[in-house]
Each structure stands twice: as C-alpha cells, then as structure tokens.
C-alpha cells in the first residue's frame, strides 16, 4: 500500500506540473521556457525544456496551483484510493490523455498533440512519399468523415468526396473508433485493395467501393496545354520543392508565348507560406504586400512582400473549392485582392492560422497555434472562407461520367477572357448579366406554370 501511495504521489507530480506547463505556455509566461532549435528530419523542430522553480515563482501559476490544481488533486486522490484498477493506469497514458484534455479544451482543431508513434506517422505525411489511399479523414458524430481528397491519389482515382462517411473498411465495422485506429485499417500496404463502405449524402444506399492501395509520392505540379493560348496549372500542394517545379514549368509556359492561364488549388490543403509567396512573386509586382502573419507578440508580427517580378501580365483564371486551404487560400486571395484573376467555384476552407511544432523531451510532439495570417488589405478571414466570382456546383451526373464542369466552366470564362482582352471587370460583368438572364427565365417560365 506505501508503493501505491508513493506511486501515486509521483504520477500527482508529474500531472501538476504538465498541467502548470501548459496553462503558463496559454498565458504568455516569458523566460520560463527554454527553447533549443534542432535540425532533424529535414525541419526545425523545437525541444522544450521547463524550470519549474522558476514556474511555480509567477503568481498567477502560483495562484493556479492553490485553487484550480487543488480541485484536480483532489479528484485524482479519489480515483487513485476508491478505483477498483487504478493499478493498472499506465503512467504515461495518463500524461499523454492529460495532454490531450487541455489541447482539446482549445476547441482548436488545428492544434493537437500526437505521442510517440502518432507523430512518426504525421512527419511521414511531411515527406510526401508514403502508402494510403490519398484521404485526409476526419471523426464524424459516429464514423469517420472524409475531409479532403489529395490530388493524384487512388482516392481521386476512384472518385471518392470530401463529405464521404466511411463506415466499414474490409467488412471492419469503423463506428466509435479514433481517427488514428480508422486510419490504419484503411491505409498499408500499396497494391493491396480496401473495400470501403461509403455513405454519400445524395445516395439512398450504402457505396462499395473497392479502392488499390499505392505509395504516392505527391505530385506538386503538373501542367498541360489546353488549346494554343491556354495553360493549365495544377498545384497540389505547397511543399518545399513546389517553388523549382513551378518555375520550371513557368519557364516552359513563357518559351510558349502562351497568353492565358488556368490554375487549378483545388483540393490544396496549403503548407509551407514561403512557398505561396514565391509562387504570388511571379504575378503581383515587387514590394506589394502579399500576406501578414500576426502572433501574440506583436514583435514577432511578419509581413511578406512579392520580391521580383519581371514576368508579362497574364490573366487568370483560378479554381478553388471547399478543400482549398491555408497557402492556397493566402494565394487566391492575393490574386483576388489586386485583381489580377477571377475565382471559380465554391468557398475555400477557411484556414488562416500558423502551427508551430514543440518536439516534446521523449520525442512526442505538441501542434499549436502560434498566428494568424491577414490579406493585403488587413483582413482577418480564419473561418470566413473566400467567396468566389463564380460558383459552380457539381451534380450528381458529373460524378458518374466523371466530368469536371468546374473546370469545363472556367475554359469558358478564359474564352470570353481572351474575347474582352484580359479585362477582369468586363469579363465578370458578362456572366454575372447572364447568370440574371437565366434566373428572370427561369423565374418566368415558374410563373408562367402557375397560371395555366
């Protein structure tokens, strides 16, 4: 029983001073962290360390400790002297859910923590090289929720949506699982198949679809020729090395003397900002404002700025829908801001946040939000989403023909674009006067039904 209680005592000491840890990281505190930059696995990663004397020293942590913590120790004690197996909590689980508590309680879903093999497997995401099924997925109220389809994947392949539950995979039923234990009976190994039970809003009955599993290395760029004046763009995403296949493919563009330009951030979840910014350089003119990010002190406020361009104005059309996230989102709206492309489709995600990793000192890792980034002309829009000029909406047909409209749609904005010589208002004015024609016709043919 003294083991018990001493082991207890000492799981106490650590939850308190986790707990003190995180609530000080919340409020600011300064010169209580001591934070060493390492190179590893290609990024900067932070390890933390903490001096707890001098944390508990600041009377609001202090304050902290004698009340709030008070309660918690409390509990604790109960749970430890009345649970029937309270000898059977793992220690470190206990830390880890301890940790998971508090970052959830920031009802931020883009700050997280991952133990040990769940980051493992987030820095394999970050390599652009690994073996899925290419869904980013996401827990629904009881299954789990497709979030976002990624580009060039077996997932885009086999048509599957963002909004798609899955709720078997290989006959495993997938109902109150984490996102984690789903994940793993979806993905591994490539070439093997999944079969997966689908739920899809506008379907009266359970989808089977049996997709092959593949390594994908994520393409970031890839282009073509859609007649003799227009080009096609896809980003992907914004990985480190999207910048040299963009250019690459820029210059190719220019040595075409092509004229018009179709790009497509569908489905681009974002990543590295700089990357967006060296992209926006090639289109907006040096010294603009192109994105501030602004943290909780103020000193560490950033502001990016086009660095050269010495490229010929080409007008734009840009696709984006509502997986559109983060760098694509700081891309179109940028575009948008100094008028220099027209949006097609529909709302983009709406992610306006900077995360920053901490690598904790056992190798977990702690995902929190450090900024937000504002427009060129200082807006906030985390949440908001950017609204496009033309929405254009897929129906159900487009799916089982595989037909892009949102694409076909903008061919013919950029041909009505080459028609008013690049003119954005013009060309804008034109389908917004024929979007009212429809309506009032059809308006009319309603009221016209009506009467007889």
């Not at 994908?216 to 073509?224: A, E, G, L, Q, W």
């Not at 950017?386 to 159900?396: G, V």
Request: with cysteine; glycine share 4%; aromatic share 12%.
């Amino acid at each position: 029983m003294n083991s018990f209680k001493q082991n207890k005592y000492i799981i106490l000491l650590i939850i308190i001073t986790i707990f003190s840890f995180i609530c000080g990281l919340f409020s600011g505190l300064t010169g209580v962290i001591k934070i060493n930059n390492e190179e590893q696995n290609g990024k900067n990663k932070i390890i933390i360390s903490q001096d707890f004397n001098n944390l508990f020293k600041n009377n609001n942590i202090k304050e902290l400790s004698n009340n709030d913590i008070k309660i918690f120790v409390e509990a604790l004690d109960i749970i430890y002297n009345k649970y029937y197996s309270a000898n059977s909590i793992s220690k470190k689980e206990l830390v880890y859910w301890m940790i998971k508590w508090v970052v959830d309680s920031l009802k931020d879903k883009h700050s997280e923590f991952f133990n040990i093999d769940e980051t493992k497997k987030f820095n394999e995401t970050l390599s652009g090289d690994f073996e899925w099924i290419g869904a980013v997925i996401a827990k629904s109220d009881f299954w789990v929720l497709i979030e976002r389809i990624i580009a060039g994947s077996p997932a885009k392949e086999y048509w599957l949506l963002a909004g798609d539950i899955i709720i078997k995979a290989n006959d495993i039923e997938l109902k109150e699982m984490t996102v984690n234990d789903a994940v793993n009976k979806i993905r591994w190994p490539a070439g093997s198949r999944v079969k997966l039970e689908i739920l899809r809003k506008w379907e009266k009955e359970i989808l089977i679809k049996e997709v092959i599993r593949k390594k994908i290395n994520v393409p970031s760029v890839d282009s073509k020729i859609l007649d003799d004046n227009v080009w096609y763009i896809m980003l992907s995403i914004f990985w480190e090395k999207t910048w040299d296949e963009f250019d690459k493919t820029l210059k190719e563009l220019n040595s075409k003397n092509i004229k018009w330009l179709i790009i497509d951030l569908r489905d681009n979840g974002g990543w590295y900002l700089q990357t967006a910014v060296s992209i926006l350089s090639n289109f907006i003119d040096k010294d603009k404002l192109l994105v501030t990010t602004k943290e909780k002190n103020i000193l560490n406020n950033k502001a990016y700025f086009s660095f050269w361009n010495d490229n010929k104005k080409i007008p734009i059309v840009l696709l984006i829908n509502g997986n559109s996230a983060s760098a694509s989102e700081i891309m179109a709206w940028a575009l948008k801001d100094y008028d220099i492309a027209i949006l097609v489709w529909e709302k983009s995600y709406g992610k306006w946040s900077v995360q920053e990793p901490f690598i904790l000192s056992d190798g977990s890792e702690l995902k929190i939000t450090v900024a937000k980034w504002y427009t060129p002309l200082d807006n906030l829009i985390d949440g908001i989403w950017i609204k496009p000029d033309f929405e254009i909406n897929f129906i159900k047909e487009d799916f089982d023909n595989k037909f892009d409209r949102q694409l076909d749609k903008a061919k013919t904005i950029i041909n009505k674009f080459i028609e008013n010589s690049g003119n954005i208002k013009k060309t804008k004015e034109y389908f917004n006067l024929q979007k009212q024609k429809e309506l009032k016709e059809k308006l009319n043919k309603t009221g016209s039904g009506k009467t007889k």
